[in-house]
T-cell receptor, first 118, second 114 residues
Framework: AQTVTQSQPEMSVQEAETVTLSCTYD???????LFWYKQPPSRQMILVIR??????QNATENRFSVNFQKAAKSFSLKISDSQLGDTAMYFC???????????????FGKGTHLIIQP | KAGVTQTPRYLIKTRGQQVTLSCSPI?????VSWYQQTPGQGLQFLFE???????NKGNFPGRFSGRQFSNSRSEMNVSTLELGDSALYLC?????????????FGQGTRLTVV
């Protein structure tokens, strides 16, 4: 079974700063997907960024980028020029798409509460 | 395009009762997954349905069940409710299975068992 660990329960930064959220995972699979989801107070989970394990290039979406280190099983999220609207819970998630003929579903970390201070 | 709709948004039930939650996926999406979110256990995968078939199931007791209809709408049922079933239940839909298609989440159903 896969495990996902987020070691930072809470982080707080000033608006416009850059912040990096950490995530490590454990799996014996060679091909899988990694995700960062954002959950604002509205509780709706929103996909921030996705990384396919077989792609060496780190994914980037506007102000959001990842540092994917496959050998180290590390998948950190960097948010540049942070904005007040980035305040939310951030979850790192893993998916093995090939287990048992169907997806295992997403395995989530415990989350990091990111607070952007004005 | 309408998003994923979960009903009801809030629910209060008594121990021992049963409950049915509903999820209407985005039009055209055939995969629906369910997750339970609690402060203690975090987000946990319940099950996934694709074209009316359960494709995978998480590590939950048999009291948790689900189904998917021909229009891709899905329901999950919890029988003999326990206090520990109090949680936010999230539904996600996607056009396909696996991580190569984006999962879109609904706003969840907040279930409180008293």
């Amino acid at each position: 079974a896969q495990t996902v660990t987020q070691s930072q329960p809470e982080m707080s930064v000033q608006e416009a700063e850059t912040v990096t959220l950490s995530c490590t995972y454990d799996t014996s699979e060679s091909n899988y997907y990694l995700f960062w989801y954002k959950q604002p107070p509205s509780r709706q989970m929103i996909l921030v960024i996705r990384q396919e394990a077989y792609k060496q290039q780190n994914a980037t979406e506007n102000r959001f980028s990842v540092n994917f280190q496959k050998a180290a099983k590390s998948f950190s999220l960097k948010i540049s020029d942070s904005q007040l609207g980035d305040t939310a819970m951030y979850f790192c998630a893993f998916m093995n798409p090939y287990s048992g003929g169907g997806a295992d579903g997403l395995t989530f970390g415990k989350g990091t509460h990111l607070i952007i201070q004005p | 395009k309408a998003g994923v709709t979960q009903t009801p948004r809030y629910l209060i039930k008594t121990r021992g009762q049963q409950v049915t939650l509903s999820c209407s996926p985005i039009s055209g999406h055939r995969s629906v997954s369910w997750y339970q979110q609690t402060p203690g256990q975090g987000l946990q995968f319940l099950f996934e349905y694709f074209s009316e078939t359960q494709r995978n199931k998480g590590n939950f007791p048999g009291r948790f069940s689900g189904r998917q209809f021909s229009n891709s709408r899905s329901e999950m049922n919890v029988s003999t409710l326990e206090l520990g079933d109090s949680a936010l239940y999230l539904c996600a839909s996607s056009s396909g299975m696996g991580g190569n298609t984006e999962a879109f989440f609904g706003q969840g159903t907040r279930l409180t068992v008293v």
